[in-house]
C-alpha cells in the first residue's frame, strides 16, 4: 500500500526562477489539496481538487502559484517568478470522500521544502 | 469564517502522566468534521482521531480521546499514559460542509508537546 508521494523532496532555487513539485497521491482517492507550512505554523490551505477539477483555491495563492491534476491522478504546483517569502514546506494530501458520508481524513506526503535564496 | 484556535503553543506532560491539548472551533455550518494531527520532528503529518458534529459519544482511539463539547464548539484532545514518542506538534483541524458540498480542511497553529522522562 504506497501513500502520498511528493518530490522533489528539497529544492533550493533563486529568486526569480521557477520550481514545480509534483504530488502522487493514493490510487483510490478522489480528493487532493495542496497546503503550505511554515515554522511553527499550522498548514495553510492553498488549493483542493476533485478527480481532474480544482474546485477551490485560497484567495493568498497570487497569480504565480498555478496547480494542475491532469487526468485525476497526479499534481503538480508551479511557482513561477519565486521570492523569498515563498520558501516553506509544501504539503499535498489525499483524501476519499463519498456521497453521503461525512469522513474522509487527509492523509499527507512527507512534503516538498521549498528553499528560496 | 471557519477558524480553528488552539492557545497552548507548548506543554510539557511526564511520561506516564494524561494531558490535555485544547481546541476551540468557530462554524456557523451545522455538519462538520473535527480532526487531530500529530506532527513529529520528522516532518509528517499524522492523522489521530475524527470527530464528526453529529456523533454524540467522545470518540477514541487507542490512548487518545476527543473531549467533544459542542455547545462550547471545543474538541481537547487527551492523550492518556504519555510515552516518550508523542512529543510532536499537535495540530486541531476542522472540515466544513458548506451547502456548495465542497469540503476544506482548516488547521490551527497547534501545540508542541514535549513528554518528560
Known amino acids: 500500500d504506497t501513500g502520498v508521494s511528493q518530490n522533489p523532496r528539497h529544492k533550493i532555487t533563486k529568486r526569480g526562477q521557477n520550481v514545480t513539485f509534483r504530488c502522487d497521491p493514493i490510487?483510490?482517492?478522489?480528493?487532493l489539496y495542496w497546503y503550505r507550512q511554515t515554522l511553527g505554523q499550522g498548514p495553510e490551505f492553498l488549493t483542493y481538487f476533485q478527480n481532474e477539477a480544482q474546485l477551490e483555491k485560497s484567495r493568498l495563492l497570487s497569480d504565480r502559484f498555478s496547480a494542475e491534476r491532469p487526468k485525476g491522478s497526479f499534481s503538480t504546483l508551479e511557482i513561477q517568478r519565486t521570492e523569498q517569502g515563498d520558501s516553506a514546506m509544501y504539503l499535498c494530501a489525499s483524501s476519499l470522500v463519498l456521497a453521503g458520508t461525512n469522513t474522509g481524513e487527509l492523509f499527507f506526503g512527507e512534503g516538498s521544502r521549498l528553499t528560496v535564496l | 469564517a471557519q477558524k480553528i484556535t488552539q492557545t497552548q503553543p507548548g506543554m510539557f506532560v511526564q511520561e506516564k502522566e494524561a494531558v490535555t491539548l485544547d481546541c476551540t472551533y468557530d462554524?456557523?455550518?451545522?455538519?462538520?468534521?473535527l480532526f487531530w494531527y500529530k506532527q513529529p520532528s520528522s516532518g509528517e503529518m499524522i492523522f489521530l482521531i475524527y470527530?464528526?458534529?453529529?456523533?454524540?459519544q467522545n470518540a477514541t482511539e487507542g490512548r487518545y480521546s476527543l473531549n467533544f463539547q459542542k455547545a462550547r464548539k471545543s474538541a481537547n484532545l487527551v492523550i492518556s499514559a504519555s510515552q516518550l514518542g508523542d512529543s510532536a506538534m499537535y495540530f486541531c483541524a476542522m472540515r466544513d460542509l458548506p451547502t456548495s458540498g465542497t469540503y476544506k480542511y482548516i488547521f490551527g497553529t497547534g501545540t508542541r508537546l514535549k513528554v518528560l522522562a
Open positions: 490510487s483510490e482517492h478522489n480528493r
Open positions: 462554524t456557523s455550518d451545522q455538519s462538520y468534521g
Open positions: 470527530q464528526g458534529s453529529y456523533d454524540e
